[in-house]
């Protein structure tokens, strides 16, 4: 079955960086669009970022462009979010996602806290 | 971007009720738009897609439905496991954007 796994959250000073890590199994990653999406706690939903099954094509939420990257290595069927110039607005919990028109299967989410 | 509006933020109801939960696209998206159902401290989960389309596995209570700007989510007969929080999102034009969710509480 389907299986996407967040790991990397934690708390991190503002200005500071942190790596997102998603391990997904069960379906043929590659070919498989991906997008991170956070959700401040008590909060509503907003994408972040999404990256083809290639790596060719990315696009980024105006809130992280610049400050967040995402890629893949589909040799590990792994997704990442490296995020740098944190701010107390990124605080929230950041989910991976198998996204193209929908988005059908979500990991169960890591927490980032950033905090002084 | 595409703004979702989701009318009501919070409603109550009580087991068997029929629930009607709405969204509004600021602008024309065709029939994508998609609803998803987030119980307390679990990922969303995908309950229509295509605006009237059942994901496989989700009970038949659920149903979508509109098309253009205004769209609808149905459950027919609620049920204990249903009270979760509920949002529509547009799929018509990057970013992909939600409503702010509506969460359906115990009456």
């Known amino acids: 079955q389907v299986q996407l796994v967040e790991s990397g959250g934690g708390l991190v000073k503002p200005g500071g960086s ?4 998603c391990a997904a199994s069960g379906f043929t990653f590659s070919d498989s669009y991906m997008s991170w999406i956070r ?15 290639s790596g060719n094509s990315i696009l980024y939420a105006d809130s992280v462009k610049g400050r967040f990257t ?19 607005g990124d605080t929230a919990v950041y989910y991976c996602a198998r996204s193209s028109r929908t988005f059908d299967y979500w990991g169960q989410g890591t927490l980032v806290t950033v905090s002084s | 971007d595409i703004q979702m509006t989701q009318s009501r933020s919070s409603l109550s109801a009580s087991v068997g009720d029929r629930v009607t939960i709405t969204c509004r696209a600021s602008q024309s998206i065709s029939s994508y738009l998609n609803w998803y159902q987030q119980q307390p401290g679990r990922a969303p989960k995908l309950l229509i897609y295509g605006a009237s389309s059942l994901q496989d596995g ?16 149905t459950i027919s007969s609620l049920q204990p496991e249903d009270f979760a929080t ?22």
């Open chain 1, 18 to 21: 942190l790596r997102l890590s």
């Open chain 1, 39 to 53: 959700q401040v706690a008590g909060k509503g939903l907003e994408w972040v970022a999404h990256i083809s099954g």
């Open chain 1, 70 to 88: 995402i890629s893949r290595d589909n040799a590990k069927n792994s997704l990442y979010l490296q995020m740098k110039s944190l701010r107390a």
């Open chain 2, 58 to 73: 989700v009970p038949s209570r659920f149903s979508g439905s509109g098309s253009g700007t205004d769209f609808t989510l």
């Open chain 2, 86 to 107: 509920y949002y529509c999102q547009q799929s018509y034009s990057l970013p992909q954007t939600f409503g702010q969710g509506t969460k359906v509480e115990i009456k």
